[in-house]
């Protein structure tokens, strides 16, 4: 009667499921987590809850038909997602972009990184109990939202972009609301800081909490955020400048401590360089056409092997097309930055108190959706 | 010891900037619009559901019945047919229905259309309690409107 019956009450451990269905996960999300009383022992990410073959569906889908999955699978920076796909397909079929349509993509994509990370702001903070500073970052927000609904006519899952170009021109009123908006959120951020960053629970509830090793964040491939608090100066924007970027003057934050608070401070900063690089695109528009003189009506790329990667709002994300010269793709890979940066938490949370491990899951912005395609 | 009341001090005074902050807030005007009481314009190029363009002589939809709405729709959401009549050029459109409950609102069927036959109406109080609901008659719908 030995063994089963017998362990050592100090190596009794339990296991506690978190998810699918909790407030923390931001979606269904679930983590097995083995307990050792408040302590984690082991965490093991459960995915698959929201799986919807996006991959498979755009083997099915004609090229352009595949366009709205783009917004449904990180709905927080849709186009994103919509830029990594038209520019993978634009470079397997060869389509020119004309140069409006590409500032264009540049200034919708920033506010909606801006708009993604007021959204991870309020909800991370939410996570540790703050629940005001929530309703100020959805009011910065609605404002992108109202913006962008204006130009592409939804003000979520956008599908804004077409192979060759973009689908409307923006306007007078558009250029003005968002100069007007940069300004109001550059007056807002002093007050994001006052209230938030300079805090001391907050200080406290993310200093030195989920610490993330270079080393650590380089075997598990995380980009992003993640990756740039960790001291891994990566962003695919300048290092592989895919569209207009390379024309713009902004910056990458990094920071070398590794904690929760340091990928705080990478969104944070990025918010400033957002704003940055969408004046910059404003003052520079040029005039001309949105999408090609000859129109794209049939995408037909040629045989081959293509990948385009785009920095999302979380990270690097990629698509690989093998197309075999049809209507629609032999294989469509999506690579999305949230499924390394989620696979890190198992390792990093060993040993961690169970409120300091979700202050680092919230740290990670994730967006289950995504995870799972 | 001395630096930790100098944090008991400094976190102390952070929370009450805080408090401060939240306090301006609490006095300024209300940002939230009252929905139900209230009603939201939609802008221009809000995309709601689907709707038939009437011929402005006629009154009859536009539609020429070519299919390529049906085609392009990556849902299969669109299902219509048309019939030949004397004397009438072309193809006449005698059903078109739109089942909502799996349209993404994409708008592939407005782009693919060449004669402008469909446009996205500025509906967005949709909700019902039936699945029936949401299978929308557009020939019905447009002869309701006109």
Known sequence: MNGLFQQDVNQETFILNLGPQHPATHGVLRVKLEMDGEYIVDAEPVLGYIHRMHEKMGENRTWAQFLPNCGRMDYLSALSYNHGYVAAVERAAGIEVPERAEYLRVITVELNRISSHLLWFGAFVLDLGGFTPLLYAFDDREQILDLLESVTGSRLTYCYFRFGGVYNDIDDSFITGTREFIKRLRKRMPMYDALVTKNIILIKRLKDIGPISKDMARRYGATGPVARGSGIDFDVRKHEPYSVYSEFDFDIPVYEEGDSMARYMVRMDEIEQSMRIIEQALDKLPEGEIQPKKAVKLVKPEKGDYYHAVEAARGSFGVRIVSDGTNSAYRLKLRSPTYSNLSLFGEASRGMLLPDALALMGSLDLVIPEIDR | ?146
């Open chain 2, 1 to 146: 010891m001395s630096g930790y009341f100098k944090e008991l001090i400094s976190g102390t005074k952070s929370l009450f900037i805080g408090l401060g902050i939240t306090g301006k807030y609490f006095f300024e005007p209300v940002v939230t619009m009252q929905y139900p009481m209230e009603h939201v314009e939609m802008t221009p190029r809000f995309r709601g559901h689907i709707e038939l363009i009437p011929d402005e002589e006629t009154g009859e939809p536009k539609c020429v019945v070519c299919g390529m709405c049906q085609k392009g729709c990556p849902s299969k959401c669109i299902s219509l047919e048309g019939e030949k009549r004397e004397g009438v050029k072309g193809k006449v459109l005698t059903k078109y229905i739109l089942n909502f409950t799996t349209c993404s609102l994409c708008g592939q069927c407005v782009e693919s259309c060449k004669f402008g036959a469909i446009r996205f109406s500025k509906d967005y109080n949709l909700a019902g309690p039936r699945k029936e609901d949401f299978i929308f008659d557009l020939i019905k719908r447009l002869k309701e409107k006109s």
